[in-house]
């Protein structure tokens, strides 16, 4: 028969090592997450998945492969929403003709929106729709509704693409089931500036798929995805692809920088780089303050009594971090200081690292 002692003993072992558990994951020393497409929003390379940063979360990503480079930024204040803007160069096209673009480039905005309608659940995929160049030009035109499902170190995507995404025209479109104007896509929009949306989900479609795979030790994520843009179609491409498969590597040196390296269509290098912020989390790294000593309370009083002593350690603390005393002011009540710095952009920082390396050295 237990004692109450034995018991107690019992109790406590259990409740101590269920506060000791800890996923595997955390002893990784890099984060392995859903990383960007090439548009910026949260995908493989050309097509988008289910997947978002978490709330709060701002992205800026840079992405090159001739003949396209993509800058984008990308913000989700919810969940459950995505929004990202978009700027692309077309570089194996002129802005217009010769006569007045001379060796100008095409240039083109975006807008694209992604909204995820279900979580992921045991048995149930995560579930997201979205816009791809909402109120474009339409050159990079699209809407989807994709699928993504976790199995261990893998992620599943799968599900159907329209406008650029649909170009493989690989399955009947299922919303002409609905209303046949689904049918008909308008792709020009001219200059852009309006909503299409009688041409959204309307059109070509296609099946999307994609796989990634993490490698959480080395902070890896591997991806590989079936192409369905088919970029020589619409002049992205001067070339028809040697391969409609693409496959990349997504390394995570840190929280805050994902690189990327993959090839594209058989032939086409791309290379891309991205920051990313939380807002709820101090996650994009900072210099931080240097250390300051207080002085005793014989060296302040020295210090109150030859102002020279004192301005000369205020001045050169000050240094140290990059800030210039233009002038200050030092009595039985208070400290004035002027203060410079052009190394940051705010003016809360200096402010308050001048006043904690000034109430080291002031007297109480």
Same mark, same amino acid.
């Given at each position: 028969?237990?004692?109450?002692?034995?018991?107690?003993?019992?109790?406590?072992?259990?409740?101590?090592?269920?506060?000791?558990?800890?996923?595997?994951?955390?002893?990784?020393?890099?984060?392995?997450?859903?990383?960007?497409?090439?548009?910026?929003?949260?995908?493989?390379?050309?097509?988008?998945?289910?997947?978002?940063?978490?709330?709060?979360?701002?992205?800026?990503?840079?992405?090159?492969?001739?003949?396209?480079?993509?800058?984008?930024?990308?913000?989700?204040?919810?969940?459950?929403?995505?929004?990202?803007?978009?700027?692309?160069?077309?570089?194996?096209?002129?802005?217009?003709?010769?006569?007045?673009?001379?060796?100008?480039?095409?240039?083109?905005?975006?807008?694209?929106?992604?909204?995820?309608?279900?979580?992921?659940?045991?048995?149930?995929?995560?579930?997201?729709?979205?816009?791809?160049?909402?109120?474009?030009?339409?050159?990079?035109?699209?809407?989807?509704?994709?699928?993504?499902?976790?199995?261990?170190?893998?992620?599943?995507?799968?599900?159907?693409?329209?406008?650029?995404?649909?170009?493989?025209?690989?399955?009947?479109?299922?919303?002409?089931?609905?209303?046949?104007? *689904?049918?008909?896509?308008?792709?020009?929009?001219?200059?852009?500036?309006? &909503? #299409?949306? @009688?041409?959204? /989900?309307?059109? !070509? +479609?296609?099946?999307?798929?994609?796989?990634?795979?993490?490698?959480?030790?080395?902070?890896?994520?591997?991806?590989?995805?079936?192409?369905?843009?088919?970029?020589?179609?619409?002049?992205?491409?001067?070339?028809?692809?040697?391969?409609?498969?693409?496959?990349?590597?997504?390394?995570?040196?840190?929280?805050?920088?994902?690189? *990327?390296?993959?090839?594209?269509?058989?032939?086409?290098?791309?290379?891309? &780089? #991205?920051? @990313?912020?939380? /807002?709820?989390? !101090? +996650?994009?790294?900072?210099?931080?303050?240097?250390?300051?000593?207080?002085?005793?309370?014989?060296?302040?009083?020295?210090?109150?009594?030859?102002?020279?002593?004192?301005?000369?350690?205020?001045?050169?603390?000050?240094?140290?971090?990059?800030?210039?005393?233009?002038?200050?002011?030092?009595?039985?009540?208070?400290?004035?200081?002027?203060?410079?710095?052009?190394?940051?952009?705010?003016?809360?920082?200096?402010?308050?690292?001048?006043?904690?390396?000034?109430?080291?050295?002031?007297?109480?």
């Amino acid at each position: 028969m237990f004692s109450f002692v034995r018991l107690r003993r019992i109790s406590l072992l259990l409740f101590f090592c269920n506060i000791s558990y800890a996923d595997i994951d955390d002893y990784f020393p890099y984060k392995v997450e859903p990383s960007p497409s090439n548009y910026g929003n949260t995908g493989i390379l050309e097509l988008p998945n289910a997947r978002f940063m978490s709330p709060a979360s701002l992205r800026l990503q840079y992405s090159s492969s001739y003949p396209i480079e993509f800058t984008s930024l990308t913000a989700t204040p919810f969940p459950w929403i995505e929004a990202t803007y978009r700027y692309a160069e077309l570089k194996n096209r002129k802005y217009g003709p010769i006569t007045y673009s001379g060796n100008q480039t095409l240039k083109d905005k975006g807008f694209d929106l992604k909204i995820g309608f279900l979580n992921e659940r045991d048995s149930f995929p995560a579930v997201a729709i979205g816009l791809r160049d909402v109120a474009g030009t339409g050159l990079f035109s699209s809407e989807y509704l994709v699928f993504t499902k976790r199995f261990g170190n893998f992620d599943i995507s799968s599900g159907l693409g329209w406008g650029l995404l649909g170009t493989a025209n690989n399955i009947h479109n299922p919303l002409k089931g609905i209303d046949n104007s *689904f049918g008909n896509r308008n792709a020009d929009q001219g200059q852009g500036g309006e &909503f #299409s949306a @009688k041409s959204w /989900f309307s059109g !070509d +479609t296609s099946l999307l798929g994609g796989i990634e795979y993490d490698i959480k030790r080395y902070g890896v994520r591997l991806k590989l995805e079936y192409d369905t843009s088919k970029p020589h179609l619409n002049g992205r491409s001067n070339a028809k692809p040697s391969s409609n498969l693409n496959f990349g590597v997504n390394y995570y040196p840190y929280d805050w920088l994902t690189l *990327f390296a993959g090839l594209e269509r058989g032939s086409e290098f791309r290379f891309s &780089f #991205s920051i @990313k912020g939380n /807002f709820y989390k !101090d +996650t994009l790294p900072k210099p931080k303050p240097k250390n300051v000593v207080k002085l005793n309370k014989d060296l302040q009083k020295r210090a109150f009594e030859n102002k020279e002593t004192f301005y000369r350690s205020l001045n050169r603390s000050l240094r140290d971090e990059s800030i210039f005393l233009q002038a200050a002011s030092y009595d039985d009540e208070k400290l004035e200081m002027s203060i410079a710095s052009s190394k940051y952009f705010s003016t809360t920082r200096p402010i308050g690292r001048s006043a904690r390396i000034a109430s080291a050295l002031l007297s109480d």
